[in-house]
């Protein structure tokens, strides 16, 4: 029987999947939250984190895994502004503090670090031949 | 091998980043789409033209004209108008020894950081900017100077006008308020005033003021979204570089500012800039100064009329519209004023707790009773003069015993001019149940030319221990024309009864219902003056027979019993003016929902009414608005109304024409046209509409209504939200539109709100010309294709540490009932439709939103709605904005009592109500809103956050229910009632048709999304081709 090894894109995926949990506790400070933003982030930690446990058994289907990831991750991006248009308008008018924004943008930060990661690893295998 | 699994890395890396990209332009689809007003308006484009189908054969489609040929035109007499209003509003409170006006030949030098800083408007809704691509002018205090000849002392500003002294010191823009949409547990804690300390003036700088007229600029500033607090400290730069006992009293650098411009000048004059009275009795006896003036926020053209005032070209003839206490603080409604918490608010951690969503964590206790403004300092006046109900007790008062000269500097009212005025009443008739009429000689007995204010106030008579009532209150007034000197006017004043009536909630009518306006039996006391305490003094005079305990606040004040009438009603009447008015607000006294909580201020005893109710825990009852839970659907089929059902008719069909074909209105509310025509709108329409109106009133289709456009706000439309006249238009009004203007125009991107703030315009006591601002305002509309504008502020100066005074007119609500009512007849003459805000009881910033606001039924009517209650009962208001907070624990905007019960039963009000802008707070929910007759929501893209989610989502609900269906189909008819009243009708007749386009943005996403996703399809086909044939391969090879 061939015997799989896990790949360097399972372990990317994997940091991926720590700043999407990064990310997922930082939106809780973001002023105006999607919940569907929280189901994205947790999404992709999860698919990094089965295709950790099927590298070896399907490798095949585990090196798609990053590509939902990044998928999930660019969503949790664009949704995640969607209430907060809103707020990000009042602070360019100079109505309110910038305060009032910055979590968002720390947020994103760290969604879109974890979307470039979840990119490369697409790029990389999850599981393959030993 | 490895060359076919490098490239199926490579398919799977590209689907990956083309996959992404796709998630990004789908969820970038949904943000434009909601968001499509802006942007298309943004970028000069619309998803919908109007097309002719009439053959060739036009007919006049343009039901509001503009008076002017151009908007050239209307620009210039806006600027102009906005001159006039800011030199009539402007407020001569002293001038002794004619200190005033200053002779331009004589040098000035401004002193204070602030005159190089004024504020002009408030901030957010009252912004004040301008345009210099359209060669649109900011008129500083320096400039404005400078352009009417004044010379100035160039050192001086010289010293002030850098970046580094305002950096030290300064406030950025004439603002150092903070707004902040956010929750507060406690007060704001910072406020820099913006004056620079006494050793930045080198003896050179002190050289070059010697010998020239000091103009001493006091400023504070204004904004929404936040409050002044007693306690705030002053922080400039995070470091403290000045003191004060209080944001509203001089500070000390103020203080050693005034004491160096008093060494080095031949006089000096005080100039006011400040919405928000502050504390300035010490420059009131301080024999140096020579005159103070007051300007308020006078907005981007205002100083230029303030320069005329000191130049003596124009004579000033304001009059306060604020009392200018000696103390900020000590008026009643002070003690319960701020940040106070539920014992069980959501950072509590006890009991039955509130959540973050409820919005309801705060309360406010208007303690005050009737007793706002002068009603407080007045009455408690008469009460001390005539030794009763402990008014002279140290309760309350400033110092060991309350004494009337020790608690007012300039009373409601107050103002004078550079000449004299002798002004005599003639006479006063009464007409309970119609109008009333007084009429006043006014002579010029000096030698300058002026206006001159006669006050029309009366007072009530009041039985010791009964109804509370104000010792004097406001009636209403009329303005002279330019009287030369020697000349004389009879002014002629009409008054209507109902607006000195009191409401008595223990009443019982005929008809068995409880409370009611009364008028009681007794002599009423009618008084002209200058002044709310001069007509008292002139009451108490006719009154007692006598002078000799009467007190007069400044030398220019006199008293005469003769300008004083009595007028005697033998019967107390309850029924005049209480048809269909019973109570409905016996749920704001937290006395009637948890007993004995609140000591009310009253007239039977003045040491009541000082208590801070500092913690309050909700009765189950009280619980129920505080959780939202105003409407709850059932299942009702009764009378389903119809919708969706096919019809001829289209909006434009409810306007009527004479014989000439000229406009002359629309189809009676009552016909059944409009049931006829709402029939055709579908429920989904429906539910758009009113879930989603406010900046836009959404497009119904089916009857042929386009989007409507409504902004802020007072100044006029403000330039953060329509930056300029030609936002709105799109190239397809070019030939429908007269009054297109388009981004080439060298006007287009002119900022609209030019006028000076609403104290100071109140400050003109000249509804002529506030009418006239109104007129103006709805000319932008028509150049600037906006049919609705929030506008006038009419909430209450409840206390002066409210910074949102700058959007209201007064702390007395006759005064604003006038002013509002005037403002909204001139905006309604052009077809715009005024849409005043905020109904009800947002007396202040701080937790605005979902404030528990409690208070008397009384006190609610007899101010705060009487401000609203003009307006809305001559129905020139077309439609009303409610509050953010909350009248008692029920949302304003979903508080039956308040929109339906006493807006629609009592007032007749035939306009629309939208509520405030809607962000996410469950409390002001869509649900509560149409179900209690709120009318439509005004939501931003944080809509969806609340519990309830949207109203499109709970379509199963609203279809099962009749009523809430019936509520909502009323809502859209005032709404359609109105939007055919307005300019929103210019340009379409029974041959035009709506035809919706696809914008190219919407063309651009859709190519993006088709492109992306055929990529993101090609490359997982290959992705997955390669690893089926690298699987194959390696089968083989096995």
Redesign the interface.
């Given at each position: 029987m061939e015997k799989n090894k896990i790949g360097f894109g399972a372990y990317m995926a994997i940091v991926a999947g720590i700043l999407a949990i990064v990310a997922c506790v930082l939106y809780r400070t973001v002023m105006y939250q999607f919940k569907p933003v929280y189901y994205m982030l947790i999404g992709a930690a999860v698919v990094a984190v089965l295709g950790l446990l099927l590298a070896k058994a399907l490798p095949k289907f585990a090196n798609y895994f990053p590509v939902c990831m990044s998928v999930l991750l660019f969503s949790a991006i664009v949704w995640g502004s969607m209430l907060m248009v809103n707020q990000i308008g009042y602070v360019i008018a100079g109505l309110d503090g910038v305060e009032t924004i910055m979590s968002y943008f720390i947020f994103a930060g760290f969604t879109l670090a974890a979307g470039v990661v979840a990119l490369v690893a697409s790029f990389l295998p999850v599981g393959q031949k030993a | 091998m490895n060359t076919q699994?490098r490239s199926?890395?490579?398919w799977?890396?590209l689907?990956?980043?083309f996959?992404?990209?796709?998630?990004?332009v789908?969820?970038?689809q949904?943000?434009v789409q909601?968001?499509a007003s802006f942007i298309n308006g943004q970028l000069g484009i619309t998803n919908y033209k109007i097309v002719d189908k009439s053959d060739g054969e036009k007919t006049d489609s343009i039901y509001y004209k503009s008076e002017f040929s151009s908007l050239a035109d209307l620009v210039e007499a806006k600027n102009a108008l906005a001159e006039e209003i800011a030199s009539e509003g402007t407020v001569l409170l002293k001038n002794n020894d004619q200190a005033l006006p200053i002779d331009t030949a004589e040098t000035v030098t401004l002193w204070g950081l602030n005159s190089v800083h004024p504020t002009l408007g408030g901030?957010?809704g009252s912004s004040v900017s301008v345009s210099a691509d359209a060669g649109q002018v900011q008129w500083s205090l320096v400039s404005s100077l400078k352009e009417k000849g004044f010379k100035l002392n160039e050192q001086m500003i010289k010293l002030y006008d850098t970046d580094d002294m305002t950096k030290s010191y300064g406030r950025k823009n004439g603002h150092s308020l903070?707004?902040?949409?956010?929750k507060m547990y406690e007060n704001a804690s910072k406020y820099n005033v913006g004056e620079a300390p006494a050793d930045i003036y080198t003896d050179d700088i002190l050289a070059s003021a010697d010998g020239t007229v000091a103009l001493v600029v006091l400023s504070r500033d204004s904004s929404e979204?936040a409050d002044y607090n007693p306690v705030m400290e002053n922080i400039a730069n995070k470091q403290t570089t000045d003191t004060y006992e209080r944001p509203l009293a001089l500070s000390a650098n103020e203080q050693a500012m005034i004491a160096l411009a008093k060494e080095h000048s031949t006089k000096v004059i005080v100039l006011i800039n400040a919405n928000n009275p502050i504390e300035i009795e010490e420059l009131k006896n301080d024999d140096a100064i020579g005159a103070i003036v007051w300007c308020g926020e006078p907005g981007m053209n205002g100083f230029l009329g303030v320069a005329d005032v000191l130049s003596g070209a124009v004579n000033p003839s304001g009059h306060l519209t604020d009392t200018y206490a000696v103390s900020s603080v000590s008026a009643p409604a002070m003690v319960n004023f701020g940040v106070y918490l539920y014992t069980n608010n959501s950072k509590s951690g006890k009991g039955d707790m509130l959540t973050e969503n409820n919005k309801g964590d705060w309360y406010l206790v208007e303690t005050e009773s009737i007793y706002n403004g002068y009603k407080y300092y007045e009455t408690r006046y008469e009460d001390a003069v005539l030794g009763q109900a402990n008014a002279d007790s140290a309760a309350g008062a400033i110092g060991d015993g309350w004494v009337y000269e020790d608690e007012v500097s300039y009373p409601f009212g107050y103002g004078l001019s550079y000449t004299t005025f002798e002004q005599k009443l003639n006479s006063v008739e009464v007409n309970v149940g119609g109008v009333g009429t007084a009429k006043a000689t006014v002579t010029n007995t000096g030698d300058v030319a002026g206006k001159s204010v006669v006050q029309l106030y009366v007072q009530a008579p009041y039985k010791a221990g009964g109804l509370e009532k104000s010792a004097i209150q406001l009636v209403a007034f009329g303005k002279t024309g330019v009287l030369e000197p020697g000349a004389s006017e009879e002014v002629t004043i009409e008054f209507d009864p109902a607006y000195f009536a009191s409401y008595d909630e223990n009443a019982v009518k005929e008809n068995g219902t409880q409370g009611a306006w009364v008028l009681e039996d007794g002599d009423y006391y009618f008084a002209i003056g200058n002044g709310a305490h001069e007509a008292l003094n002139n009451v108490l005079a006719k009154k007692t027979g006598s002078e000799d305990k009467l007190v007069m606040t400044a030398d220019t004040e006199s008293i005469n019993a003769d300008n004083a009438i009595v007028w005697n009603l033998d019967k107390t009447d309850i029924e005049t003016y209480s048809v269909n008015v019973e109570n409905q607000l016996q749920d704001m006294d937290i006395n009637k929902l948890i007993e004995g909580t609140a000591e009310y201020t009253t007239r039977s005893d003045w040491t009541k009414g000082w208590k801070t109710i500092e913690t309050l825990t909700p009765t189950d009852a009280m619980m129920v608005g505080l959780r939202d839970q105003l409407y709850t659907f059932t299942e009702n089929d009764e009378d389903m109304p119809t919708w969706g059902q096919s019809g001829p008719y289209k909006i434009v069909d409810a306007l009527t024409f004479d014989e000439n074909d000229k406009p002359t209105g629309v189809i009676a509310f009552d016909d059944p046209f409009w049931d006829e025509l709402l029939n055709q709108v579908t429920l989904d329409e429906a539910i758009n509409f009113v879930a989603n109106t406010g900046d836009d009133l959404e497009n119904l289709d089916s009857i042929q209504l386009a989007k409507v456009y409504a902004n802020d706000g007072p100044l006029g439309y403000t330039g953060?939200q329509v930056g300029g006249y030609f936002v709105r238009w799109t190239a397809n009004d070019k030939d429908v539109n007269p009054y297109y203007t388009p981004e080439t125009d060298p006007l287009a991107t002119y900022r609209m709100a030019a006028m000076p703030t609403e104290p100071m315009v109140a400050a003109t006591y000249n509804k002529e010309l506030v009418e006239r601002e109104g007129e103006l305002l709805g000319e932008d509309g028509l150049y600037s294709k906006e049919s609705a504008i929030f506008a006038p502020g009419l909430n209450l100066h409840r206390t002066v540490y409210c910074a949102r005074n700058h959007e209201y007119y007064s702390e007395d609500s006759v005064l604003m009932a006038y002013m509002g009512n005037a403002v909204c007849t001139g905006l309604q003459s052009k077809g715009t439709m005024a849409e005043p805000k905020h109904f009800a009881f947002n007396a202040q910033e701080s937790n605005r939103s979902g404030l528990s606001t409690f208070m008397t039924e009384q006190a609610a009517r007899e101010n705060e709605l009487r401000g609203f209650q003009m307006c809305m009962s001559n129905n020139t208001a077309q439609g009303v904005m409610t509050a953010f907070n909350r009248a008692g624990t029920s949302y304003s905007g979903g508080y039956r009592s308040l929109v339906t019960n006493i807006a629609r039963n009592e007032w007749g009000y035939m306009g629309w109500f939208v509520t405030d802008m809607i962000?996410?707070a469950d409390y002001m929910n869509w649900r509560d809103v149409v179900g209690n007759g709120g009318g439509g929501c005004l939501t931003?893209?944080?809509y969806?956050?609340s519990d309830i989610g949207a109203m499109a989502n709970s379509k199963s609900l609203i279809e099962k229910d009749a009523n809430f269906q019936k509520e909502m189909k009323q809502s859209l008819k005032y709404f359609v009632y109105n939007i055919a009243q307005s300019n929103a009708m210019n340009g379409i007749s029974s041959t035009t048709e709506i035809v919706y386009v696809r914008t190219w943005v919407d063309n651009a996403i859709l190519g993006a999304e088709i492109c992306l996703g055929i990529l993101t399809a090609l490359f997982l086909i290959l992705s997955i081709r390669n690893?089926v044939l690298s699987?194959k391969k390696k089968a083989k090879e096995n």
């Amino acid at each position: 029987m061939e015997k799989n090894k896990i790949g360097f894109g399972a372990y990317m995926a994997i940091v991926a999947g720590i700043l999407a949990i990064v990310a997922c506790v930082l939106y809780r400070t973001v002023m105006y939250q999607f919940k569907p933003v929280y189901y994205m982030l947790i999404g992709a930690a999860v698919v990094a984190v089965l295709g950790l446990l099927l590298a070896k058994a399907l490798p095949k289907f585990a090196n798609y895994f990053p590509v939902c990831m990044s998928v999930l991750l660019f969503s949790a991006i664009v949704w995640g502004s969607m209430l907060m248009v809103n707020q990000i308008g009042y602070v360019i008018a100079g109505l309110d503090g910038v305060e009032t924004i910055m979590s968002y943008f720390i947020f994103a930060g760290f969604t879109l670090a974890a979307g470039v990661v979840a990119l490369v690893a697409s790029f990389l295998p999850v599981g393959q031949k030993a | 091998m490895n060359t076919q699994k490098r490239s199926t890395g490579l398919w799977r890396g590209l689907t990956a980043i083309f996959a992404s990209l796709l998630a990004l332009v789908v969820g970038a689809q949904s943000i434009v789409q909601a968001n499509a007003s802006f942007i298309n308006g943004q970028l000069g484009i619309t998803n919908y033209k109007i097309v002719d189908k009439s053959d060739g054969e036009k007919t006049d489609s343009i039901y509001y004209k503009s008076e002017f040929s151009s908007l050239a035109d209307l620009v210039e007499a806006k600027n102009a108008l906005a001159e006039e209003i800011a030199s009539e509003g402007t407020v001569l409170l002293k001038n002794n020894d004619q200190a005033l006006p200053i002779d331009t030949a004589e040098t000035v030098t401004l002193w204070g950081l602030n005159s190089v800083h004024p504020t002009l408007g408030g901030m957010i809704g009252s912004s004040v900017s301008v345009s210099a691509d359209a060669g649109q002018v900011q008129w500083s205090l320096v400039s404005s100077l400078k352009e009417k000849g004044f010379k100035l002392n160039e050192q001086m500003i010289k010293l002030y006008d850098t970046d580094d002294m305002t950096k030290s010191y300064g406030r950025k823009n004439g603002h150092s308020l903070t707004p902040s949409f956010g929750k507060m547990y406690e007060n704001a804690s910072k406020y820099n005033v913006g004056e620079a300390p006494a050793d930045i003036y080198t003896d050179d700088i002190l050289a070059s003021a010697d010998g020239t007229v000091a103009l001493v600029v006091l400023s504070r500033d204004s904004s929404e979204a936040a409050d002044y607090n007693p306690v705030m400290e002053n922080i400039a730069n995070k470091q403290t570089t000045d003191t004060y006992e209080r944001p509203l009293a001089l500070s000390a650098n103020e203080q050693a500012m005034i004491a160096l411009a008093k060494e080095h000048s031949t006089k000096v004059i005080v100039l006011i800039n400040a919405n928000n009275p502050i504390e300035i009795e010490e420059l009131k006896n301080d024999d140096a100064i020579g005159a103070i003036v007051w300007c308020g926020e006078p907005g981007m053209n205002g100083f230029l009329g303030v320069a005329d005032v000191l130049s003596g070209a124009v004579n000033p003839s304001g009059h306060l519209t604020d009392t200018y206490a000696v103390s900020s603080v000590s008026a009643p409604a002070m003690v319960n004023f701020g940040v106070y918490l539920y014992t069980n608010n959501s950072k509590s951690g006890k009991g039955d707790m509130l959540t973050e969503n409820n919005k309801g964590d705060w309360y406010l206790v208007e303690t005050e009773s009737i007793y706002n403004g002068y009603k407080y300092y007045e009455t408690r006046y008469e009460d001390a003069v005539l030794g009763q109900a402990n008014a002279d007790s140290a309760a309350g008062a400033i110092g060991d015993g309350w004494v009337y000269e020790d608690e007012v500097s300039y009373p409601f009212g107050y103002g004078l001019s550079y000449t004299t005025f002798e002004q005599k009443l003639n006479s006063v008739e009464v007409n309970v149940g119609g109008v009333g009429t007084a009429k006043a000689t006014v002579t010029n007995t000096g030698d300058v030319a002026g206006k001159s204010v006669v006050q029309l106030y009366v007072q009530a008579p009041y039985k010791a221990g009964g109804l509370e009532k104000s010792a004097i209150q406001l009636v209403a007034f009329g303005k002279t024309g330019v009287l030369e000197p020697g000349a004389s006017e009879e002014v002629t004043i009409e008054f209507d009864p109902a607006y000195f009536a009191s409401y008595d909630e223990n009443a019982v009518k005929e008809n068995g219902t409880q409370g009611a306006w009364v008028l009681e039996d007794g002599d009423y006391y009618f008084a002209i003056g200058n002044g709310a305490h001069e007509a008292l003094n002139n009451v108490l005079a006719k009154k007692t027979g006598s002078e000799d305990k009467l007190v007069m606040t400044a030398d220019t004040e006199s008293i005469n019993a003769d300008n004083a009438i009595v007028w005697n009603l033998d019967k107390t009447d309850i029924e005049t003016y209480s048809v269909n008015v019973e109570n409905q607000l016996q749920d704001m006294d937290i006395n009637k929902l948890i007993e004995g909580t609140a000591e009310y201020t009253t007239r039977s005893d003045w040491t009541k009414g000082w208590k801070t109710i500092e913690t309050l825990t909700p009765t189950d009852a009280m619980m129920v608005g505080l959780r939202d839970q105003l409407y709850t659907f059932t299942e009702n089929d009764e009378d389903m109304p119809t919708w969706g059902q096919s019809g001829p008719y289209k909006i434009v069909d409810a306007l009527t024409f004479d014989e000439n074909d000229k406009p002359t209105g629309v189809i009676a509310f009552d016909d059944p046209f409009w049931d006829e025509l709402l029939n055709q709108v579908t429920l989904d329409e429906a539910i758009n509409f009113v879930a989603n109106t406010g900046d836009d009133l959404e497009n119904l289709d089916s009857i042929q209504l386009a989007k409507v456009y409504a902004n802020d706000g007072p100044l006029g439309y403000t330039g953060d939200q329509v930056g300029g006249y030609f936002v709105r238009w799109t190239a397809n009004d070019k030939d429908v539109n007269p009054y297109y203007t388009p981004e080439t125009d060298p006007l287009a991107t002119y900022r609209m709100a030019a006028m000076p703030t609403e104290p100071m315009v109140a400050a003109t006591y000249n509804k002529e010309l506030v009418e006239r601002e109104g007129e103006l305002l709805g000319e932008d509309g028509l150049y600037s294709k906006e049919s609705a504008i929030f506008a006038p502020g009419l909430n209450l100066h409840r206390t002066v540490y409210c910074a949102r005074n700058h959007e209201y007119y007064s702390e007395d609500s006759v005064l604003m009932a006038y002013m509002g009512n005037a403002v909204c007849t001139g905006l309604q003459s052009k077809g715009t439709m005024a849409e005043p805000k905020h109904f009800a009881f947002n007396a202040q910033e701080s937790n605005r939103s979902g404030l528990s606001t409690f208070m008397t039924e009384q006190a609610a009517r007899e101010n705060e709605l009487r401000g609203f209650q003009m307006c809305m009962s001559n129905n020139t208001a077309q439609g009303v904005m409610t509050a953010f907070n909350r009248a008692g624990t029920s949302y304003s905007g979903g508080y039956r009592s308040l929109v339906t019960n006493i807006a629609r039963n009592e007032w007749g009000y035939m306009g629309w109500f939208v509520t405030d802008m809607i962000n996410g707070a469950d409390y002001m929910n869509w649900r509560d809103v149409v179900g209690n007759g709120g009318g439509g929501c005004l939501t931003s893209s944080a809509y969806d956050t609340s519990d309830i989610g949207a109203m499109a989502n709970s379509k199963s609900l609203i279809e099962k229910d009749a009523n809430f269906q019936k509520e909502m189909k009323q809502s859209l008819k005032y709404f359609v009632y109105n939007i055919a009243q307005s300019n929103a009708m210019n340009g379409i007749s029974s041959t035009t048709e709506i035809v919706y386009v696809r914008t190219w943005v919407d063309n651009a996403i859709l190519g993006a999304e088709i492109c992306l996703g055929i990529l993101t399809a090609l490359f997982l086909i290959l992705s997955i081709r390669n690893d089926v044939l690298s699987g194959k391969k390696k089968a083989k090879e096995n």
